[in-house]
């Protein structure tokens, strides 16, 4: 039975599994290299959203992921790996009732539906608000929380660089490394 299994696993390479999500891997790296240049933070966590949330919708990779565990005999383990993690950034930069990102499977993000806040004492508002106050926030200044309180940090700069910033860095930088990582193998 064992001989059967390796058989089909020699016949039914992982490479053409990772053929056929290479095109939707690609424009993945594309959306998240662009997004990472995006000065506005704020508005760059609504991108990420608007690429991530259809990847969520649609199930990310499961379906690659479920053919090349039946295949795996430790020799796809890497490429199991790094498609899982991709899993679970499009999981957690995904929709969520209670989240950032606050829309419905199917539904368009918009900055009313993203929310942000809720990080030293500021209250949670929508992407909307942040963008049509940033203004106002540039001049909000925290000496409370800043390092250096010759120098506060604004109520803009943690929204924008300590809270968004950090979300889409640590995504699109995440995402860029495992696709990295499938290039490579495949």
Not at 105 to 134: C, H, M, P, R
């Amino acid at each position: 039975m064992k001989a059967i299994k390796v058989l089909k696993a020699t016949f039914s390479p992982a490479v053409n599994d990772l053929k056929k999500i290479e095109n939707d891997l690609n424009s993945l790296q594309k959306e998240m290299q662009e997004i990472s240049k995006i000065d506005n933070k704020v508005e760059a966590i609504i991108c990420l959203f608007k690429v991530i949330s259809p990847i969520q919708d649609k199930g990310g990779f499961s379906q690659t992921i479920c053919k090349l565990q039946e295949k795996n005999y430790g020799q796809l383990d890497q490429i199991i790996s790094a498609l899982e993690v991709l899993q679970l950034h499009f999981k957690n930069a995904g929709r969520d009732e209670y989240g950032i990102n606050r829309t419905k499977a199917g539904e368009e993000v918009t900055s009313a539906k993203v929310f942000l806040g809720d990080v030293f004492g500021i209250w949670t508002k929508s992407a909307y608000y942040w963008l049509a106050n940033q203004k106002e926030c540039e001049k909000m200044l925290r000496r409370d929380v800043s390092k250096d309180p010759e120098n506060p940090v604004s109520t803009w700069y943690l929204i924008n660089e300590y809270q968004a910033g950090a979300f889409v860095k640590s995504h699109t930088k995440g995402i860029l490394e495992q696709i990295a990582v499938l290039k490579k193998v495949a």
